[in-house]
């Protein structure tokens, strides 16, 4: 299992920036990816930005550019930099941790925490 807590969202204007942090309980070398997702009301989930535990990553093709996510592996802690914010950026986001065990694909996920853009 895993337990995960998210940190740094709140309010910013437009054009600001906002670094999210995600604290594992668990090393991430042991972990298989993680995850940064936003969900808005009404909608589904969306992936933002994915780090795998060889480093690789993956960005929304709405944020590249603007959004980098990153890892301090000593501190199991996982980053959402966000730059250049705007509106439609509000959202919950919400970290995830891909653990695969055999063929056995587990999701965990943290309360979310909100982002909000706005004048």
């Known amino acids: 299992q895993v337990q995960l807590v998210e940190s740094g969202g709140g309010l910013v204007q437009p054009g600001g920036s906002l670094r999210l942090s995600c604290s594992a309980s668990?090393?991430?070398?042991?972990?298989?990816?993680m995850g940064w997702y936003r969900q808005t009301p009404g909608k589904q989930r969306e992936l933002v930005a994915r780090?795998?535990?060889?480093?690789?990553?993956n960005v929304a093709d709405s944020v590249k550019g603007r959004f980098t996510i990153s890892r301090a592996n000593a501190e199991n802690t996982t980053y959402l930099q966000m730059s250049s914010l705007k509106p439609e950026d509000t959202a919950v986001y919400y970290c995830?941790?891909?653990?695969?065990?055999?063929?056995?694909?587990?999701?965990?996920w943290g309360p979310g925490t909100q982002v909000t853009v706005s004048s």
């Open positions: 995830n941790a891909l653990l695969q065990v055999g063929t056995v694909e587990y999701d965990y």
């Open positions: 668990r090393s991430l070398f042991s972990i298989n990816a």
């Open positions: 780090i795998t535990s060889g480093g690789v990553t």
